[in-house]
């Protein structure tokens, strides 16, 4: 562009030099010709500045492509290797489920190897237990121990998971709940009433006269002088020979010492035998004794006293209660548990 202006301002002094004057319009061209060329050259200026700046950024991207590349190639390195181990731990993956599987195999094979024992013994105890509240039930009546022993059986049950006992307790509650509905009688009230009978046993009046006041009751002093002494032992003997006395037609039987003690041991031991029937508990015994009791009562002993009349009444009391009410049957649950354990015991 310099090249073309200078060119210009020769050729334009040439012609100046050659002709004797210079064109107006000459003259405006060529200014606007020079102010053309430059603001070109002033253009062209910012365009190669522009370029230059572009060509910095190019520069400058270039690098930050270079940098962000070897972050990717970085990334990319990274992102394999994750990759990798991301498919290691996918193949162990795939793996854990049989694992889990074979752990727990192991561990409920381990459960079931350390829980055996341990049910084999409760079950065991639950059974004793049972077994001892049937005797006791059976054969000595004893509801109040029964039940007591039943619950600690099924509290032994609860203890431990094993379904295979689910009956057993079902049936177990269905008995405890007919047992705790048994009239239970007060049999240390029923032992004290007879034992306050017994002991009542020596104040009781037994029928007839007593030999030792078939004799005189009372004597005369003897006189101070042998022959007014003689004379009235005399008189005496005399006297003793024959006595007349007006007694009840019930009570004229003699009745020695001896035998009033018979009497009242005889009762003693009626009354002992209830007692002992009570405890056992037998009711027909029960009944029989204290039965036994009242008609000797009634056979031996005056009933107008006021102490056979108390013991009579009592006595009669005693016999309206029952000992020994009906049980219900129990063994339902004992039977079904010796059936889990003889099932287990065949098992291999």
Do not use: K
């Amino acid at each position: 562009m310099s090249a073309e202006i200078e060119s210009l301002s020769g050729e334009m002094n040439a012609r100046r030099a050659a002709g004797n004057g210079i064109s107006p319009m000459v003259v405006a061209v060529a200014v606007v010709a020079l102010l053309l060329a430059i603001y070109a050259h002033w253009r062209l200026g910012q365009f190669d500045d522009r370029i230059d700046r572009v060509r910095d950024q190019v520069t400058q991207v270039r690098g930050t492509q270079d940098r962000l590349a070897g972050q990717l190639a970085t990334l990319t390195a990274r992102l394999e290797t994750s990759q990798n181990a991301m498919r290691t731990e996918l193949r162990g993956l795939r793996e854990l489920p049989a694992q889990v599987g074979e752990l727990g195999r192991s561990v409920e094979e381990l459960r079931t190897r350390t829980e055996a024992p341990q049910r084999a013994w409760v079950r065991a105890e639950a059974m004793y237990l049972l077994d001892l509240g049937a005797r006791r039930l059976n054969l000595e009546h004893d509801v109040v121990t029964a039940i007591v022993a039943m619950e600690t059986a099924d509290a032994r049950l609860a203890t431990i998971d094993d379904p295979a006992v689910t009956e057993v307790r079902r049936l177990l509650a269905r008995e405890l709940a007919e047992l705790r509905a048994v009239p239970t009688p007060d049999l240390p009230d029923v032992l004290a009433r007879i034992a306050a009978i017994e002991a009542t046993l020596p104040t009781m009046t037994v029928l007839g006269v007593p030999a030792t006041q078939g004799r005189r009751l009372q004597t005369a002093p003897e006189p101070a002088g042998p022959l007014e002494r003689g004379l009235h032992r005399l008189s005496q003997a005399l006297r003793d020979l024959v006595s007349i006395r007006r007694v009840d037609p019930a009570t004229t039987r003699l009745v020695t010492l001896e035998e009033q003690a018979l009497r009242r041991q005889h009762l003693e031991l009626l009354l002992f035998a209830a007692r002992v029937a009570a405890m056992q508990p037998d009711a027909a015994a029960y009944q029989q004794s204290l039965q036994a009791a009242s008609a000797w009562l009634t056979q031996f002993f005056d009933v107008s006293s006021p102490a056979v009349a108390a013991a009579q009444a009592e006595i009669a009391a005693l016999r309206g209660i029952n000992i020994a009410p009906p049980l219900p049957a129990v063994g339902a649950a004992a039977r079904q548990l010796q059936r889990v354990m003889g099932g287990n015991a065949a098992s291999p």
